[in-house]
């Protein structure tokens, strides 16, 4: 069993980075991947960031490459999602989830879910 906690989310302009952050408890194996979500009143969850928990392999939604960073510490068992130039139209719920089974995009796929952190941009 792994718990998940999101912190870090916040009201910011637009042009603006933040920092979002999960801590877990339990343990996440190194065939696991962690990811980050993100979800807009009135959408469906989407991927945003993904990493792989053993060799730390990483994979980013097209609408984030190169503006947002994912990492992770394995020691500390906790990720963070690095966010730079952040638009109006990123202003959701962030999520972080851990899948068992390997990298992927598909929020059905992953097992433990944060209680997510809400992040604001405004214009």
């Known amino acids: 069993q792994v718990q998940l906690v999101e912190s870090g989310g916040g009201l910011v302009q637009a042009g603006d980075s933040l920092r979002l952050s999960c801590a877990a408890s339990g343990r996440i194996h190194s065939s696991s991947s962690l990811g980050w979500f993100r979800q807009a009143p009135g959408e469906e969850r989407e991927f945003v960031a993904a990493?792989?928990?053993?060799?730390?392999?990483?994979y980013y939604a097209d609408a984030v490459k190169g503006r947002f960073t994912i990492s992770k510490s394995t020691a500390e068992n906790t990720s963070e999602l690095q966010m730079t130039s952040l638009k109006p139209e990123e202003t959701a719920v962030y999520y972080c989830?851990?899948?068992?089974?390997?990298?992927?995009?598909?929020?059905?796929?992953?097992?433990?879910w944060g209680q997510g952190t809400q992040v604001t941009v405004s214009s």
């Open positions: 989830a851990v899948n068992r089974n390997g990298l992927d995009t598909t929020p059905a796929l992953y097992q433990y």
């Open positions: 990493i792989r928990w053993g060799v730390g392999t990483t």
